[in-house]
């Protein structure tokens, strides 16, 4: 009976968490975005809150033209709440050019001992980091390529603020915001042009096209594919393009982490 009340008690104290918690991260939404939260807001970040434990007071989302991503500080956050047994990330040497600052990391998460583990890429170049971190572009290979693993073993549908490349440089002024703003791309893959060109890779280097599609969705940080913005889906045809045409095995390897996810997973 003793334990039963305990069980219960602790429960209670844990919904309360949960319940102040999402207050906190709803009155920071409305002060980020300085107006009302529509409804399809308030589910996404009641999800983030109520399954993750995510906190925008200590930095573990942003929200950024509407959409919500989780920052690295709050993917390594849960990953210690979750006593994630290890990461262990290293350079996939065929794919980088030091010369050029290019780099491509691969990443796995192991969330308990007895997991066989969650891949994850990461590449970074000048033309898609921040001109803040311009330098330093193997460390944000790997910051992406570990967020991405993190992101597939716990199963996290928002893409990270780090893996957005140009949408994290500082704020513009209102003309040139509007100017960069990007536009969906109606359900067209951003245009006939961009979405020839990525036929045409799926032929060229026999690539299963739903994979494909799977992984766009995932390096676009979108729920849909149309939902991304064409300069999101050029940027992801050019990434396919170089990486299949230096490393076709990488490809296909990152293609076959979207197959069947729930088999990776160990109790």
Not at 170 to 188: A, C, D, L, V
Request: hydrophobic fraction near 35%; glycine fraction near 8%; charge should be positive.
């Amino acid at each position: 009976m003793n334990h039963s009340m305990g069980q219960k008690s602790k429960t209670d104290g844990n919904e309360q968490a949960t319940r102040k918690l999402l207050r906190q991260n709803m009155s920071a939404a409305r002060k980020a975005l300085s107006e009302a939260l529509s409804s399809r807001t308030k589910a996404w970040l009641e999800t983030l809150t109520r399954e993750f434990g995510f906190s925008m007071k200590c930095g573990d989302l942003q929200i950024i033209n509407s959409h919500w991503y989780v920052t690295h500080t709050g993917l390594i956050g849960l990953a210690r709440r979750k006593r994630c047994s290890g990461i262990h990330a290293e350079a996939v040497d065929s794919l980088c050019d030091s010369a050029a600052n290019r780099f491509v990391l691969k990443a796995t998460v192991f969330p308990s001992k007895s997991s066989s583990g969650f891949v994850g890429y990461g590449d970074a170049d000048p033309s898609n980091v921040s001109s803040l971190v311009r330098g330093a572009e193997m460390r944000v290979a790997e910051t992406r390529a570990v967020n991405r693993a993190l992101r597939k073993a716990y199963g996290i549908g928002i893409c990270s603020v780090e893996e957005i490349g140009s949408l994290a440089e500082p704020p513009q002024s209102s003309r040139e915001t509007k100017k960069i703003s990007p536009q969906p791309g109606n359900g067209n893959y951003g245009g006939p042009k961009v979405r020839d060109r990525l036929c045409q890779l799926i032929r060229q280097h026999k690539l299963d096209p739903e994979l494909v599609k799977a992984y766009a969705v995932d390096f676009c940080g979108t729920k849909m594919l149309r939902d991304a913005t064409r300069e999101q889906v050029e940027n992801f045809v050019q990434q396919l393009a170089d990486w299949a045409e230096k490393d076709r095995n990488a490809v296909i390897c990152q293609l076959n982490s979207y197959a069947h996810p729930k088999q990776e997973v160990v109790a």
